[in-house]
């Protein structure tokens, strides 16, 4: 049989990454499709790229469009990512009868259901494992490994500069612009590093990861968001010496319950025993918690050129799997499910509940402690560890911290307002999330 052509466009970090893998495991790949993949045409605005990456032998173009209107190119693999030419480009591809392949997280979780819905008309598949947690196929896992489950939760390490970010602050005091400058040079930050550490990135990858655990539909406006560039290097100090032992990670996570979809992604205490804080550096790791396997943790590479490759080829090997089986069966399979959930809400921040850890600068003063635990105790959130350290600065303000039992969002943000109106707390209070993952 001959090769399927593929189109691929972009040829940055992960459009190099696939050109490479695609061509040094050649012979396994065609072996695992059936076929043999080749890329037969490849759009870049930066020529020197087809130089660098020994394309010099396959049609090259600086305009994406004549790649996805080509007549021969049977799969196109897009990697430009963004919002705009990505997604023209697309649904171009699609109308035009062809299979697609996306790293786009920020398009499939924004602009996922009219992407599907054009390819369902069509009969063409749209893949995008690529586009949640990089090398780890958590989607293919949750889709297939573990579909016959129902998904009870699933929580994630899902952005790698973040969590490279936060571990060098932890082991090595470095400064959060520093090491985020190493990232980028690594490959890691998204084009806008904002994304990375204002949690838009985790939260485009948490919205698929929940669509396809839970059959909702995507809702990337629907969850909440918040990076890691509060956090402070104290925060992490008294979190170790809490109760148990904690470490801040910043999490995805997605949890079923009786209301609705929680849908968010936060800095988040873990207890110190559980595996996945042991996650550090540029690693991603997602725990699932299905009903009838219990736990499982995947664990793996979530950035960089060969590692989010792997996962682009593997979805390329599907679709030339797929091609050769029956047409109408192929869409279900590797686009979306189509969502029989769709009335479910994801529920507002306000609705969830967890534990907290707290941390407020106060007057070292008779009765601070009374009327902070007073305002807690009024409404109904029960302290569970406290530390309080020797006065620091000018020799008369304490630093406070508390973990707290679980309490619904909306009565912590009435009681930080009410701390954070005392005469005797200086400045805002700083929280943090606790989840245990059980
Ligand atoms: N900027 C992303 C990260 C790349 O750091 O995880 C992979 O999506």
Redesign the pocket.
Known sequence: MKPVKVGLLGLGTVGGGTALVLSRNAEEIARRAGRGIVIDYAASLDLNRITELGLTTIRTTQNALDVVTDPDIEIVVELIGGYTIAKDLILRAIDNGKHVVT?N?ALIALHGSEIFAAAQEKGVMVAFEA????GIPVIKAIREGLAANRMQWLAGI???????ILTEMRDKGRAFADVLRE?QELG???AD?T??VEGI??AH?LTILSSIAFGVPLQFEKTYTEGITKIAAEDVKYAAELGVGYRIKHLGIARRTEKGIEQRVHPTLIPHNRLIVSVDG?M?AVVVKGDAVGETLFYGR???AEP?ASAVVADIIDVVRAMTADPTNRVPHLAFQASTLADTPILPIEDVQTAFYLRMRAIDRPGVLADITRILGDRSISIEAFIQKEPVRSGNEVDIIMLTQKVREANMNEAIAAIEKLDSVCGAVTRIRVETLE
């Open positions: 790293a997280k586009a949640v947690a990089g899902i952005n790698g500069t973040g969590n490279f990232a890691y930050a998204e590093p994304f990375d990135d985790a990858k540029v991603n979530g950035a960089g989010t």
